[in-house]
């Protein structure tokens, strides 16, 4: 289990390149007639380099999915014919390029953008909670979790490095115990020689 602010600079990171893969894709699109029966987004110059957008939006969404929903995301509420119907943006981003009319495309950028800006209050959150003693704690206590990420693999493994982990932690803590121990009886030691001389 890695630091939350490092867990919430990468969701960032993810919902930054979508937002701007996505952007980029809007941009370079122009609202058609009625080509295919109703209005659309299409290509407003090179197709090529539009269809090489529109793949890089969606390979940018599938990755800031997961991001949006840790981020507290979730569905905007959009009228779909005659009725209302919850809609997830991200991995619904093409209905405004297939669809501008009923899904307008600012929309999305706007709740990405929204969520982003919690997002930041988090990690400025996070960093500062974990500066200071309960940072230091609060990191020892993730160890075992960090240690298990690290190996990866079977199930088996990570229940290993999980129980070395936890071993370690009570190794650290017994050992920190009698350390202080012996620290302070030989400052009482130092002092009582000094009272006494």
């Not at 007639?33 to 269809?51: I, T």
């Not at 509420?77 to 899904?103: C, K, Y």
């Not at 307008?104 to 990405?112: C, E, G, Y």
């Not at 209050?121 to 996070?126: F, G, I, P, T, Y």
Request: charged letters at 20%; a positive charge; glycine letters at 10%.
């Amino acid at each position: 289990m890695t630091k939350p602010s490092v867990q919430i600079q990468a969701d960032i990171m993810r919902l930054n390149d979508f937002r701007n893969a996505y952007v980029e894709l809007i941009n370079a699109s122009k609202r058609d007639g009625e080509s295919l029966g109703y209005p659309s987004l299409v290509p407003k110059g090179n197709a090529d380099e539009w269809q090489r957008l529109r793949q890089k939006t969606s390979m940018a969404a599938g990755a800031a999915q997961p991001a949006f929903a840790r981020r507290g995301g979730g569905t905007i509420l959009m009228p779909m014919g005659s009725r209302m119907q919850s809609i997830d943006p991200i991995p619904n981003w093409h209905m405004a390029v297939t669809s501008p009319e009923e899904f307008d495309p600012q929309l999305i950028a706007s709740t990405v953008e929204h969520v982003l800006g919690g997002a930041a209050v988090e990690l400025e959150k996070a960093r500062s909670n974990e500066r200071g003693l309960l940072g230091l704690i609060a990191a020892f206590l993730r160890w075992p979790d960090d240690l298990r990420d690290a190996v990866g693999g079977s199930r088996k493994r990570q229940r290993s490095a999980k129980a070395l982990g936890v071993a370690g932690q009570v190794f650290v803590a017994t050992l920190s115990t009698v350390l202080a121990a012996a620290i302070i009886g030989a400052a009482g030691q130092l002092l009582s020689r000094l009272w006494v001389g």
